[in-house]
């Protein structure tokens, strides 16, 4: 019964959120569009336990690994910030007369996270530009042209590139443009058919992944 049931809710629901946007005739005093809404709700309360569920397994792993002098000074400043953020959180919560709390929220969000955030990708870029001279190497026509197209790419978004030629970014921008565009809508529209595929598979029982392995 531990597979059944899940299996019934997971079709029951599925049918519900699918047929609430064809039907609008109340049925049995209800609307399918209101238990759409409601469901919606408690996919959003569920989300909330699993975010909970997430933070106990977070702290769990980085309380241990604060015995191990490797990683106690990241696992260690990783779990001061989770607590003091919440923290401030719930204080700001419960202080709603109080901007003190709402400009620290901010000003932490402001001075900490973004600029890390910011050199986190700031060095990503360079990590990106190795990895591409690692493996967009010219061994046939497919890899060259996206070698080329990369390199396009890179000079016309840099401020060099356009000392080099001021072409650089007009190219670059036809480029994010048209053959960008036209690849994002053909792998979008093969995803939304592999989304539409698996969600049948799961709304029907077939696919029971997200159960657990058997």
Partial sequence: MRREIPVVITFVVGIIMLLSNFISVPIGGYSLSQLAQELGTWVIIVSAFAVGLASVNLIRIHGHNLLSPKSRFNSLLLLLSLFCWTLFGIIEFHSPNSTFWADLNQNMYNSVLSPLSAAMFALVAFYLGSAAYRVFRMR????????????????GQAPVGALIWNKFPIFAEWLLAVPNNVGQRAIMMGAAIGAFATSLRILFGIERGHFGAD
């Fill in 140 to 155: 046939s026509i497919d890899a060259t042209i996206l070698l080329v197209a990369c390199v396009f790419m890179m000079l």
